[in-house]
């Protein structure tokens, strides 16, 4: 139509807020949606949560919307179409190094604008077993890199010495695997273990985690091709092109044992979804090490390392490790502790949120959360109790891998309860606590595994809610 005009997504982005009106994006399209959210047949929390951004990832979770008539009366409502030419040129000031960061979702709840760290909320984050690219939490220690797939190399060492330079298509050459896996932030979670005790590192929710599926190259078949001895090295280390101010890059290391282990699935992944790996999660190649904290699964990479030695990185040697509660700033020595590698146990409540108000049905709320245990392990019995424990239920499995094999479980579970409670009550707290396959069980609470980074932040999850009878 001639008479649509045309806007960049920043200029939609201000368009967030019933005062400056409400526009979202579909495709190519913009459309003004201010007068339609009341009357949205699923209520306003939701649509509101794409304000300023795309609807494309809530329509990728509430499905039902793909339909002849819905699309017809999403477009009764456009407006104009996006440029993606102005929406580049306009954000970008050349002395910043984070000014070609690409455009997020606004759903995310940001921790961090530069480096840009942020999660989507709780609520959210459960209503799919996949996790929307768009909605995916990101965590960046460094501006986004750019690169073009015409000149990407991947360069393979051994030690010093690079043994092979591949192209992306060198990469895609490998038989083709996909794997669904969950990746989390060993930060994951922070949030609750601050309010315990003061402590350094972002402010996680419960939202640093996503389970998607993952396609690309096996590692082992790449290092089987090397042609090395795993009984004369000790580790794989990954580089990735994002750079710090003094040239270093993002790097980190795993056990060469895990890394040539077909059955552990590690992926040189290419695609995220079915799709090209967006730019804030590694385009166009990253590391997923299933099971293993999120610091391992190297985005950008752009140089895998054959070593004795473990990633010389900051975040492998002086970061990402657990210590005692009784370990502060003055007396840490971080050489004495492992890197964290697979992750422990681990659940959260999603809905209720903390401190919402919720109707009691027949005697009942529904509680819904996800839950995740490291290497491998299945979840296989989720424990919730809203009377301190003096009675819990057990939770249904709603959704997992029902196709992972034995150990391999590395997809997150979704679970959920009908609830009981007491009648007339106000107010309640609901704890959860999950169990994987070696029957290890989340800690009742933080006090005790406090440590002065925040990491692995698993006691169990407890939100307040209020009950409206
Ligand atoms: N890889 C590179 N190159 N640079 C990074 O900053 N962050 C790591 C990891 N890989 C990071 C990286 C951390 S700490 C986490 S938790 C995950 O990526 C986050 O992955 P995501 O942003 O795709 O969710
Ligand atoms: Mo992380």
Redesign the pocket.
């Known amino acids: 139509r001639a008479d649509l005009k045309t806007y960049n997504l920043e200029e939609v982005g201000k368009h967030d807020n019933k005062q400056n009106g409400i526009w979202v994006t579909f495709k190519q399209g913009v459309y003004d949606i201010t007068d339609f959210i009341e009357k949205h047949p699923g209520g306003p929390s939701k649509i509101i949560m794409a304000a300023g951004s795309s609807i494309e990832p809530f329509w990728a979770i509430f499905a039902n919307h793909n339909t002849e008539e819905i699309y017809e009366l999403l477009e009764s409502m456009r407006i104009g179409n996006i440029s993606k030419d102005d929406a580049a040129s306009n954000a970008i000031n050349e002395n910043d190094p984070y000014s070609k960061e690409p455009i997020r979702h606004k759903v995310l709840k940001i921790n961090g604008q530069k480096p840009f760290c942020a999660e989507p909320p709780p609520s959210l984050l459960i209503e799919s077993f996949i996790t929307p690219m768009e909605t995916?939490?990101?965590?960046?220690?460094?501006p986004v890199p750019e690169i073009d797939l015409k000149t990407y190399s991947l360069e393979l060492a051994i030690e010093e010495v690079i043994k092979k330079t591949f192209k992306f298509e060198d990469i895609r050459k490998y038989p083709k695997y996909t794997i669904t896996s969950a990746?989390m932030?060993g930060g994951n979670r922070r949030s609750e273990m601050a309010q315990e005790r003061q402590l350094r590192g972002l402010s996680w929710g419960v939202g640093?985690v996503?389970n998607a599926t993952w396609t690309g190259t096996r590692l082992c078949d790449v290092l089987k091709d090397l042609g090395i001895n795993e009984d004369n090295y000790n580790h794989i280390q990954f580089e990735?092109y994002?750079l710090d101010p003094s040239g270093t890059p993002?790097g980190a290391s795993i056990p060469i044992s895990k890394a040539m282990d077909p059955r552990a699935d590690i992926i040189l992944a290419y695609e995220m979804n079915g799709q090209p790996i967006p730019r804030?999660?590694?385009f166009p190649v990253r590391v997923i090490v299933p099971g293993v904290v999120?610091?391992r699964?190297?985005?950008?990479l752009a140089r895998i390392i054959v070593s004795k030695e473990e990633s010389p990185s900051q975040w492998q040697q002086g970061d990402y490790k657990g210590f005692s509660p009784s370990t502060d700033w003055d007396n840490v020595d971080f050489s004495k502790a492992p890197a964290i590698q697979e992750m422990p146990v681990i659940s959260a409540i999603c809905k209720p949120e903390h401190a919402e108000t919720i109707k009691v049905v027949n005697g009942k709320i529904n509680v819904k959360g996800y839950a995740w245990s490291g290497g491998g392990r299945k979840i296989i019995r989720v424990d919730i109790t809203n009377n301190q424990g003096k009675t819990w239920y057990t939770a249904d499995l709603n959704a997992e891998d029902k196709n992972a094999k034995e150990g391999r479980y590395w997809s997150w579970t979704l679970w959920s309860i009908d609830l009981p409670v007491k009648e007339g009550s106000k107010e309640i707290e609901i704890w959860a606590k999950a169990v994987d396959a070696s029957y290890n069980v989340q800690p009742e609470s933080f006090k005790n595994i406090w440590n002065l980074r925040g990491f692995v932040c698993n006691a169990y999850h407890r939100v307040k809610v209020k009950l409206e009878h």
């Open positions: 995916f939490y990101v965590r960046n220690h460094l990746i932030c640093a996503g990735g994002d993002y804030d999660h590694g999120g610091a699964n190297v985005k950008w």
